[in-house]
């Protein structure tokens, strides 16, 4: 088991002629990541990956003839609200979008259509979701990986990746890692994560990487004491010294009745048991403390 | 991206909301020939007020009123020049003075966690709304846009309601509905108008009239859709930014300048705050904020690095690459290329893991003036000790 991707995932890379698409495919194909399609408007017929993944036009071919269930989007922000609603109309199930810098009213409007279809979109300006072992899709380098049962989901790109050295230098595997993204309308939440890890009987144990800004943390915080109550949490918040100013506005802050600052989001998380590390390399010896062993 | 409140009522006038009549001077002697304008036009008083991006002129002294034009002059004299929050006032905004019945708030604004555009109303507008929803929650009221079709009719109806100004339904559907509007056509996440004023006029008739007008603006703009919107990037203020922040924008580059002295360069935001965040935990301080962001190639590296080094404080640098996206390889080329290109000398330690380190230790072994660590916090504690080397030689 594990959480969104696993051995048995079938992946469409969107975008995968494209430099970063190319780079990635096969970053994730030497990993294990079951590459079933690529698709690139306009190329259908060719092949990519040294000949051995047939691309496609659209999604809807990659579908019903690759038979893939699970989409990475590379395609450039102009493009990609696009991707994601293609891979949407195609059934696709599981989408990442990659792809930062896209424009947040363009995401307001993709969103809906994401819910309605029931598919659950992870990003976008997300690095994706390894499972240890299985597959990984998406940017998170394959090596700093091992196999366990530590289930991690941020909102950083490369503070995750920090994170999942540590925990992997100490020991400590992973069922899933999971970067949700840090743009202000993503597909899939703290929250959301956190629900399918608690489903997860291959996970015991939670890491979450959380930043200045919004209430994710304080939702994510409340989430966790009313769910799973007794599964060993710690978290890190990136920004503790950070100047003001790259917080959102007062109009959000009034939204979410909270200042956004990392003591308020570090209050939250103490006051519902979980501890929080001050350095991303202190997270392997708090959760032994919260009694989780390396494994 | 922020912009000026003259800038902001350029916008909604072009959807079509009631905004007065106003000019905007850099000089005392500017302000002064508007306000003979708005005098001759048939004003009784004009209201001066510093283009500033930051909130609270008001409490500071940067609005202020005049009855004649000579008090305009001596007024704007004042309020030019003046220091708001660490920004220097360089221009303000001279309009009539409303004759004011009642003061409203409204504001269209991205909810990110409903994923909808959402508005809040109140009758208690002119004063920050943020000690409104403090101390009298009630008093505001907040509805979703639909994410398709907008703000709906009966939507605007009700916050008008609720707001106490059904009788002016027509003109404040108008006004709710532009704001939604003026979101949409320049991909803003904030449009606010606080106050929205119910206004005395006096027709050409002689009899008075009550209407709605935006006497102030505020709206702020989605930095990824600026592309598509080419004439907004023209509304960006230069003269409140550093010259530095300009020059990274325009390398593709975050940064913040800082008071410390050790030049961070980092990928990727979340590790960057954190990697200052560990600087400062093991008592160095960190002299920027810098990511150079996803995919960053070799120029964009060097062209970071010239930044760092711009800053005359610094006497160490601490780059910290996980590479994702952004290959190793990548990062140590630009970095080779910065360090021959270096006028100074500031030592530089440099980690780089994750995609094509190996590649990138290559090319960086034996390079003087490059030390290479393992771990992050190895890397930190080397950058301060460097500083307080470099610190003890001067």
């Known amino acids: ?295 | 991206m922020k912009i000026q409140e003259a800038d902001a009522k350029s916008l909604l006038v072009a959807q079509g909301l009631p905004v007065p009549p106003w000019a905007v001077a850099r000089t005392a002697t500017d302000a002064r020939a508007a306000a003979e304008r708005l005098f001759s036009a048939g004003a009784h008083q004009v209201v001066i007020k510093a283009q500033v991006l930051v909130g609270g002129r008001g409490k500071a002294g940067g609005v202020k009123l005049a009855a004649d034009a000579a008090a305009a002059e001596e007024v704007a004299a004042a309020i030019l020049g003046m220091d708001i929050k660490g920004i220097t006032v360089r221009k303000v905004l001279v309009a009539p003075a409303a004759d004011i019945v009642h003061e409203y708030y409204l504001s269209a604004v991205l909810d990110r966690a409903a994923r909808r555009v959402l508005y809040m109303g109140s009758a208690e507008g002119g004063v920050e709304i943020e000690q409104v929803a403090e101390e009298r929650p009630e008093a505001i009221t907040y509805l979703h846009a639909h994410p398709h079709l907008g703000l709906q009719d009966f939507q605007a109806r009700e916050l008008c309601f609720a707001m106490g100004l059904g009788g002016h339904l027509k003109d404040f559907l108008r006004i709710a509905q532009g704001l939604y509007a003026t979101m949409i056509a320049y991909d803003a996440d904030l449009v606010e108008v606080n106050p929205l004023a119910l206004v005395r006029e006096t027709g050409a008739d002689g009899m008075t009239v009550e209407r709605l007008q935006a006497l102030d603006a505020k709206i702020t703009l989605d930095d990824s859709a600026l592309h598509r919107h080419p004439g907004l990037e023209d509304l960006r203020d230069l003269d409140e930014e550093d010259p530095v922040d300009i020059e990274a924008r325009a390398e593709g580059l975050s940064f913040i300048r800082l008071e410390g002295d050790i030049g961070c360069m980092v990928n990727g935001a979340g590790l960057a705050m954190t990697t200052m965040d560990l600087v400062k935990r093991a008592g160095g301080q960190p002299a920027n904020f810098l990511d150079i962001g996803g995919g960053a190639r070799a120029d964009r590296v060097a062209a970071a690095m010239r930044l760092i080094l711009a800053d005359t404080s610094v006497r160490a640098i601490l780059v910290n690459i996980f590479g994702g996206i952004a290959r190793g390889d990548e990062v140590a080329r630009g970095l080779v290329e910065a360090r021959r290109q270096q006028a100074r000398s500031v030592p530089m330690v440099v980690r780089i893991v994750g995609t094509n380190a190996d590649l990138a230790a290559e090319i960086l072994s034996g390079i003087e003036g490059i030390e290479t660590a393992g771990s992050l916090d190895d890397a930190v504690d080397r950058a301060v000790a460097a500083s307080r080397a470099k610190l003890a030689e001067t």
């Open chain 1, 1 to 295: 088991m594990s959480i969104l991707v696993g051995r048995d995932t079938r992946l469409v890379v969107q975008g995968i002629t494209g430099r970063e698409g190319t780079f990635h495919a096969q970053q994730m194909q030497e990993y294990g990541t079951r590459i079933v399609a690529g698709v690139t408007p306009g190329k259908g017929g060719q092949s990519a990956l040294g000949g051995n993944v047939p691309v496609y036009d659209t999604v809807r071919e990659a579908v019903t003839q690759g038979g893939a269930d699970t989409s990475v989007i590379y395609v450039p922000a102009a493009g990609a609200p696009d991707a994601i609603l293609e891979a949407v109309a195609a059934g696709i199930g599981t989408i990442f979008c990659i792809t930062e810098h896209i424009p947040v009213l363009d995401m307001l409007k993709v969103m809906p259509e994401v819910q309605a279809a029931g598919a659950r979109l992870i990003g976008p300006n997300c690095p994706g979701a390894t499972s240890p072992g299985q597959a990984k899709v998406g940017i998170i380098p394959g090596s700093i990986h091992r196999e366990g049962r530590i289930g991690l989901v941020s909102r950083s790109g490369t503070l995750t990746y920090e994170v999942v050295q540590a925990l992997s230098d100490a020991g400590m595997g992973q069922s899933t890692c999971v970067g949700i993204g840090g743009d202000p309308i993503v597909g899939s939440t703290f929250i959301d994560i956190l629900g399918l890890f608690r489903d997860d009987p291959d996970t015991d144990a939670l890491v979450l990487m959380g930043e200045i800004g919004g209430d994710a943390e304080e939702g994510a915080a409340a989430w966790k004491k009313e769910h799973l109550p007794d599964t060993p949490m710690v978290a890190f918040i990136a920004g503790r010294t950070a100047p003001p100013g790259r917080r959102m506005g007062h109009a959000g802050a009034i939204i979410s009745g909270s200042s956004g600052s990392a003591q308020d989001k570090i209050d939250a998380l103490e006051a519902a048991g979980i501890r929080v590390a001050e350095s991303p390399t202190e997270i392997p010896r708090l959760l032994q403390e919260c009694g989780v062993r390396p494994a």
